[in-house]
């Protein structure tokens, strides 16, 4: 039933810092309600919101559907007796229609689910010379200067933290119809996709003592595009954690950025498409000892940090 991943929404204990980290990495900010919205070039859709909050944390996830699979998800609650949320808090922060869902999910994550379709993106040919292939490029110079566009064109998924992962598979595929599409461990951690046709992964979850937001991930137009808007933020004081490397699981090239909380920003380009109708076998890799780590890319320039599972936005609202 869920067809994508639309707009994630956090609490930040600093709105201006918030606004700076985001607008340095290439999203357009507006106000609106009390609140910072961003979008992504050549998207006319609200892609991130910043509420002032206590801490860094998941306000809610807004995930869209159709009509007919948001009247399935509402027999599926009224099956499963999950009690609907009463969005008045968050209605100060956005504009809900009645006919949305909002739902907290197993962690005690909050979901809005809408009927929308999502916003179409612009995206612009790689012109690319490969020895020996017909040269598309020809007396041309092909380096891009820093000040070439490098900003984000979608939130393609989050990776969520929480202390059960067969819990949320379970919930999220049987009440929101979404697919598992590989896993690391039988516990450890698991990429579900959008039903219909998706990326690999719009909801990667971790395990951890605690729910929290590892990254959320935002798709780039091509890898210098990624790494220029790596560069841009590192240049600008922001921390570079991992990359660049190539992930086994979704096949995408990556670069992990940590924000002002500690927390992970994620770009990447190239990841795995999943038809509908596309035939995919769930692969399990083995996640003892050493071999979760391995298990996380296929190369990199560099081990991924001791820290890099770590789980900074420890939440107390377990259910
Ligand atoms: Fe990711």
Same mark, same amino acid.
């Given at each position: 039933m869920i067809k994508s991943l639309h707009c994630l929404s956090l609490y930040v204990p600093n709105l201006e810092v918030g606004k700076d980290f985001y607008s340095c990495m290439g999203l357009t900010p507006h106000s609106e309600k009390q609140s910072y919205v961003f979008r992504c070039e050549?998207?006319?859709? +609200?892609q991130l919101r910043l509420i002032q909050g206590k801490k860094k944390e998941i306000a809610w996830v807004t995930w869209s559907t159709n009509l007919e699979g948001l009247n399935r998800i509402k027999d599926n609650l009224r099956t499963h007796q999950i009690k609907p949320h009463d969005p008045k808090h968050e209605s100060q922060f956005c504009t809900s229609s009645p006919n949305d869902i909002w739902l907290r999910d197993p962690d005690g994550t909050l979901l809005q689910i809408i009927v929308a379709n999502t916003a179409e993106q612009i995206r612009t040919a790689v012109k690319l010379n490969h020895p020996?292939?017909?040269?598309?490029?020809?007396g041309i110079r092909g380096a891009p200067n820093r000040q070439v566009d490098s900003r984000?064109?979608?939130?393609g998924h989050i990776l969520k933290f929480t202390p059960d992962v067969n819990r949320l598979v379970d919930f999220y595929t049987t009440i929101l119809g979404m697919k598992l599409? +590989?896993?690391?461990?039988e516990k450890e951690l698991a990429f579900l996709r959008c039903s219909g046709?998706?990326?690999?992964?719009t909801l990667a979850l971790a395990l951890s003592d605690a729910v929290g937001l590892h990254h959320s991930s935002w798709e780039m137009g091509n890898l210098d595009q990624m790494q220029l808007c790596a560069q841009r933020l590192i240049d600008a004081g922001y921390q570079d954690c991992w990359g660049v490397g190539r992930h086994i699981y979704g096949s995408n090239y990556f670069h992990y950025i940590r924000d002002p909380w500690g927390g992970l920003c994620e770009l990447f380009w190239d990841i795995d498409f999943i038809g509908e109708h596309s035939e995919w076998t769930v692969e399990v890799a083995d996640a003892h000892g050493s071999s979760l780590h391995e298990n996380l890319f296929q190369w990199a320039t560099s081990l991924p940090p001791d820290d890099f599972l770590r789980n900074f936005e420890k939440v107390s609202h377990v259910t």
């Open positions: 050549g998207k006319n859709q +609200d020996g292939d017909v040269f598309k490029r020809v984000p064109r979608k939130l599409s +590989d896993r690391i461990g046709d998706s990326d690999h992964h």
